[in-house]
């Protein structure tokens, strides 16, 4: 089985939700904790913004060159993970159906995110973020064919 990669556009699309998550989490933290001692909570504010914004910028392409995906005769398989890693390996007979979603960002810089769902196992759900949008539909539909036409 050849392995693919995702398209590149999801890293900037996995930064900016990154960013606008540590936006909202510094905004409250500085409501609750500056005005109760000023220049201590205000440094580690700081430092904690530029962390936050370190990992922000670092994550997104570490975890992508982490994300991996092949499809074969049997079915797909998944690759993902930075530290914890996974091996999903999903036969065609067990896909019961699929959906392509596209949140605002996804949108934007034109990728979408495979949903597989499947019944009866501990993952019902399987995503596999970040493929472009046509090559998302194109492999939905091409999964959802050939476990059509082997029985199920």
């Known amino acids: 089985m050849q392995t693919s990669t995702t398209d590149p556009a999801i890293i900037s699309v996995w930064r900016w939700q990154w960013l606008i998550a540590l936006f909202i989490v510094f905004l409250v933290a500085t409501a609750t904790l500056l005005p109760r001692s000023g220049s201590l909570w205000a440094s580690a504010l700081i430092v904690l913004g530029l962390s936050g914004v370190l990992l922000v910028w670092l994550w997104p392409p570490t975890y992508y060159r982490h994300l991996r995906y092949g499809v074969d005769a049997t079915g797909i398989v998944i690759e993902r993970g930075v530290l914890w890693r996974s091996h999903i390996a999903l036969p065609r007979a067990r896909i019961q159906h699929t959906d392509v979603s596209q949140g605002p960002l996804q949108r934007r810089y034109g990728v979408g995110t495979l949903k597989l769902y ?20 194109a492999l939905r539909d091409a999964l959802l064919a050939e476990s059509t036409t082997s029985g199920v």
């Open 118 to 137: 499947t019944a009866g196992s501990r993952h019902t759900m399987i995503e596999l973020p970040g493929l472009a949008h046509p090559d998302a539909i």
